[in-house]
């Protein structure tokens, strides 16, 4: 998403760990990318990437939040606790991304977020009979943010996979295709968006200290 937001020609601030593919971006798109470097599972940090948003550009349009990353996973992650940590670090991640962008987002023309899930982020902690809540599954926890955005004036767009209950035909997504998709979307904000895959591979590879 972020090559196809730059090569469009927008201004995209990106946050994550150390990486070629972002490294290669800057390059090659100059100062049309702002890096963010540091770990938005901790509030001091956070708190700088809001600063230096607001000192770089002064306002924030749209936030996308790839809620399904790995990029906070902790070290001693295993295959036994690596479904948990994804969801409890991206809750962190996610909550942090908000809070962060928030007043940047205020300052916005037509202000959204989009927060985007797979199956194991969208996945509900301790008991699964519990009814979805803020504490134990994080596409609710998101979607009680959307009044207290709205009345904000910024606009949310919760992108997951289906429910068991809801049957969807899954295609073959690439990262390229869903990107392309999802950028399309921006524009509609609906409050919703449902994209069902084939496989995650293409999509989501997991690290290979935890395959």
């Not at 469009?8 to 470097?37: C, I, M, N, W």
């Not at 809540?133 to 949310?156: F, K, T």
Request: hydrophobic share 40%.
């Amino acid at each position: 998403m972020v090559e196809q937001l730059l090569d469009q020609g927008h201004q995209v601030a990106a946050s994550g760990r150390d990486s070629q593919e972002l490294d290669a971006l800057g390059k090659r798109h100059g100062a049309s990318l702002l890096r963010l470097p540091g770990l938005l599972t901790e509030a001091s940090q956070a708190a700088a990437i809001d600063q230096q948003l607001l000192d770089k550009w002064g306002a924030l349009d749209g936030l996308i939040i790839n809620a399904g990353a790995c990029d906070y996973l902790p070290d001693d992650t295993t295959l036994g606790n690596l479904f948990e940590r994804i969801v409890q670090s991206n809750m962190s991640a996610t909550e942090s991304a908000l809070n962060c962008a928030l007043s940047a987002l205020r300052k916005g023309k037509q202000p959204q977020v989009m927060v985007i899930f797979n199956r194991y982020s969208a996945l509900q902690l301790y008991n699964p009979t519990q009814p979805p809540s803020g504490v134990n599954s994080l596409p609710q926890g998101v979607r009680e943010q959307r009044q207290p955005l709205l009345d904000r004036g910024i606009d949310l767009t919760v992108v997951a996979p289906p429910a068991l209950s809801v049957s969807l035909p899954p295609e073959a997504w690439t990262a390229q295709s869903a990107a392309a998709v999802l950028i399309a979307e921006l524009e509609q904000r609906d409050p919703e968006l449902m994209l069902e895959a084939l496989g995650m591979n293409n999509l989501w590879p997991l690290p290979e200290h935890v395959r």
